[in-house]
């Protein structure tokens, strides 16, 4: 009799033993598969990061090529305009109520090397005129404007073997020498033929006190 007790609570107590394993199995085989879905979700999601550090790069990579080809675009528009600023001509201004040209081109710092302008005062056309004109540091190297009026502002200008002949510059802004110490540019006169022909080399270097005909 107690032989059977005995053996019937061993029975039970190696059940529940059983029971017990498998329950602790299955909970350590839980705790795996967790663990494991864990590190395969950060994997994942460190797989992810990397893809959007690389389509961030990406994006970078294209926002500066585009702001770079924009610099360049705008670089050429700009010089295009200035060209456009230097190579325009006093006739094509639009004339004044009373259909005079006032000529107020603006040459500034411009390359008008060889330049050729013939006014009123020699037979040439009205809208051949620099009234007003901003003439500041342009090169007038070799120019012929001849018979012009030339109320323009030739601070820094340069005029290099040039024949200004029969021209009225006695409204123009004409710095002299002596204009640096004033913080002026001066305007240079060499081996120019002045207003009055006069040579600006006989002139002390300049056509002031030549400046009409």
């Known amino acids: 009799m ?3 007790i005995v ?3 061993l029975t039970l107590k190696e059940a529940k033993m059983k029971n017990v394993l498998i329950g602790f199995t299955l909970l350590m085989f839980t705790q795996t598969a967790f663990a494991q879905g864990i590190a395969q979700t950060v994997d994942q999601i460190e797989g992810d990061l990397l893809n959007l550090d690389s389509d961030v790069a990406t994006l970078e990579a294209v926002v500066n090529a585009q702001t770079a080809l924009i610099a360049d675009l705008t670089a050429v528009v700009d010089a295009l305009v200035e060209q456009q600023r230097c190579h325009t001509r006093p006739g094509d201004l639009q004339a004044d109520a009373d259909g005079n040209y006032a000529g107020g081109v603006d040459w500034r710092g411009c390359d008008k090397t060889g330049l050729s302008m013939w006014g009123p005062a020699v037979g040439g056309a009205v809208t051949e005129n620099l009234t007003n004109a901003d003439l500041r540091g342009a090169n007038l190297t070799l120019v012929n404007i001849i018979g012009v009026e030339f109320g323009a502002n030739l601070e820094g200008a340069v005029f290099k073997n040039a024949n200004l002949a029969y021209s009225d510059m006695s ?3 004409v710095i002299g020498p002596d204009g640096a ?3 002026k540019e001066p305007t240079v006169f060499i081996n120019t ?6 040579n600006s080399d006989d002139n002390g270097g300049t056509c002031i006190g030549h400046l009409s005909y």
């Open 7 to 9: 053996l019937q609570f």
């Open 181 to 183: 110490q004033y913080g």
């Open 193 to 198: 033929n002045c207003p009055d022909e006069t």
């Open 171 to 173: 409204g123009a802004n």
């Open 2 to 4: 107690y032989v059977i």
